[in-house]
């Protein structure tokens, strides 16, 4: 099995970045997989973020963050990020990465295998 872990969240002010990590352990993924994060406010179901193909090649963002996020894998195959930059309050939520293969929708939550135990990011205005 695949355990999941994230980090790097706080609580930072309007236009600030951070930069959230997502450390895999328990097996290698085939470049075919996706990895994928997504996000869930307070009283709101959890939404799509950002994805990208194992090998590191072929991403997708939601129109809420395209522009501003960006998502990559490390230099080792166990680990995957997320640099948010101009950050609004709007982002306020528990971040969460997932893997998955296959995936047929990316921005599909239940397309994903594997979850972290998510990171709060807080964007105060």
């Known amino acids: 099995q695949v355990q999941l872990v994230e980090s790097g969240g706080g609580l930072v002010q309007a236009g600030a970045s951070l930069r959230l990590s997502c450390a895999a352990s328990?097996?290698?993924?085939?470049?075919?997989?996706?990895g994928g994060w997504f996000r869930q406010a307070p009283g709101k179901d959890r939404e799509f973020v950002a994805a990208i193909r194992w090998s590191g090649v072929g991403t997708t963002y939601a129109d809420s963050v395209k522009g501003r996020f960006t998502i990559s894998r490390g230099t080792t195959k166990d680990t995957m990020y997320l640099q948010m930059n101009s950050l609004k309050p709007e982002d306020t939520a528990v971040y969460y990465c997932a893997t998955g293969f296959p995936v047929r929708r990316v921005d599909q939550a239940a397309e994903y295998d594997y979850w972290g135990q998510g990171t709060q990011v807080t964007v105060s205005s």
């Open positions: 328990g097996r290698t993924f085939t470049n075919y997989a996706m």
